[in-house]
């Protein structure tokens, strides 16, 4: 999974091409699966990547994310959308984007997130997320700064 942070301070110039910039996967670590491995980009770090891995599952996954091993596969529940199966060796990659937190120290607005998360079920490499996924979902949305929630509208991109 892979979580960039920012604030309107960076929607333009060198800061939002440094964003823009940063993956949407990483290399995974050798450890023993299952696992999730987050990365933090935050705006306020300099969107430099921080790691942490886990074995908590569910419990390190995203809220509303659930998975469950089936007859040949994986079925991924999102709470939004219909299920996703995913076969051996097969990976998903979701987007979607949110508000966070109490706001900019400086002005208040909002914290734009965009998060990122990569599964794959079966065999589990360094290089697993690194190449096209064959399930991409798109739930990102425009963020509003004036808006606090973000609804289940249209999508973008
Ligand atoms: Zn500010």
Redesign the pocket.
């Known amino acids: 999974m892979v979580e960039i942070t920012w604030?309107?301070?960076s929607r333009g110039g060198r800061a939002a091409a440094r964003r823009n910039a940063a993956p949407t996967a990483f290399p995974l670590p050798d450890d023993a699966p299952p696992f999730v491995h987050t990365v933090w980009m935050r705006e306020w770090d300099g969107f430099t990547p921080r790691t942490s891995v886990t074995h908590d599952l569910p419990r390190g996954l995203p809220r509303g994310i659930g998975v469950a091993e089936e007859s040949g596969g994986l079925r991924v529940d999102f709470g939004n959308r219909p299920s996703v199966h995913l076969r051996p060796n097969q990976f998903l990659r979701r987007q979607e984007t949110f508000l966070s937190g109490r706001g900019?120290?400086?002005?208040?607005?909002p914290w734009y997130n965009l998060r990122t998360l990569n599964i794959v079920y079966g065999k589990v490499r360094a290089e697993s997320f690194l190449h096209e996924p064959a399930v991409y979902i798109d739930d990102r949305r425009i963020l509003g700064a004036r808006r606090r929630s973000v609804g289940s509208g249209r999508q973008v991109g």
Do not use: A, L, Q, R
């Open positions: 604030t309107k301070h900019c120290s400086c002005c208040g607005t």
